[in-house]
């Protein structure tokens, strides 16, 4: 159905080429603009002065028509940001998988795979979130976004660190995790704040097998229990309850019998918070505890 442009698409094309000579237009300049195009589109539908496809290209052009809506990346991102910095980080992943799916080649895309991972953390989806760091670690390894794909993957780990008596390995994935992030990246500005959680999540290992050692002595197993108080003893000599655990450890081994009141030698056992170990252990001083560069939740 297209046609010759006649005189009114030739003063469309004219106000463009007007306008396309200064990219920065004034937001007044802009409306005005949009504005004058929708106008005269408008008068080429009434008095049909040329077909179809000039009209579509006027009103696709200012943002009416089929061609309208959040169709470039950009704009995609840009609602995606907008979504996730209210904290609609459902809304935010779709925007960011769309650019993804649509356009794998744009440079959005490496925003959206970040930005896709980061969602999935905050929506407490920490496997999700974990995969897509691992994958955007893998595709794009010199990124400068690196250091905090690394902490943000400990992070994943740390999040789902749970009760004493529950499977460990979270704790000592966190602990790899921030481990090999301060080796690779030592200047990073995640050091500090990866170094307190690796110490955190040892006081928690610390803390696990301490509660396993009680429930040997409970159990009358006390050579179990004496090896799994050695073990503390040498693998996390700066934990909480290793106090407790050298004191134990000495009733065992001196073969008098072990005293049964249990409660001083069962502390409450739980993930210790991270910012104390700033200043406990030396990794900040105490004015400066808790004044990190970490990205992750508390």
């Known amino acids: 159905m297209a046609s010759r442009p006649g005189s009114l698409a030739r003063a469309f094309f004219l106000l463009v080429e007007m306008n ?21 589109a408008m008068m080429t539908a009434t008095t049909g002065l040329s077909g179809c496809a000039t009209l579509d290209t006027m009103l696709e052009w200012v943002g009416f028509g089929s061609g309208s809506g959040p169709e470039t990346p950009e704009a ?16 935010a992943l779709k925007r960011f998988v769309e650019i993804k799916d649509r356009f794998p080649f744009s440079e959005m895309s490496l925003l959206a795979e970040l930005k896709a991972a980061d969602s999935n953390y905050y929506m407490d989806k920490f496997s999700d979130a974990k995969t897509l760091y691992e994958e955007f670690e893998a595709n794009h390894p010199t990124n400068e976004a690196v250091p905090y794909v690394l902490f943000q993957i400990g992070m994943c780990y740390y999040s789902q660190i749970g009760t004493h008596d529950r499977d460990p390995g979270n704790a000592q994935n966190a602990v790899q995790a921030f481990g090999r992030l301060n080796r690779s990246f030592p200047h990073s500005p995640y050091f500090v704040e990866a170094s307190a959680r690796i110490q955190a999540a040892k006081d928690f290992l610390a803390q696990h097998e301490f509660s396993v050692a009680t429930f040997y002595v409970r159990t009358d197993e006390d050579s179990q229990a004496q090896g799994r108080l050695e073990y503390l003893l040498a693998n996390y000599p700066q934990s909480s309850v290793s106090p407790q655990a050298t004191e134990l450890l000495a009733q065992l081994k001196s073969g008098k019998g072990i005293e049964k009141t249990w409660r001083r030698f069962v502390p409450t056992i ?19 505890a808790g004044e990190t560069g970490g990205g992750g939740k508390p």
């Open 20 to 40: 396309g000579r200064d990219m920065i237009f004034s937001q007044r300049n802009c409306r005005l603009f949009r504005a004058s195009v929708l106008a005269l």
């Open 76 to 91: 995609l991102a840009m609602e995606g940001m907008t979504d996730f910095n209210r904290g609609k980080y459902s809304a």
């Open 270 to 288: 739980s993930l210790p918070d991270w910012q104390s170990f700033t200043s406990a252990f030396g990794i900040l001083p105490p004015s400066s």
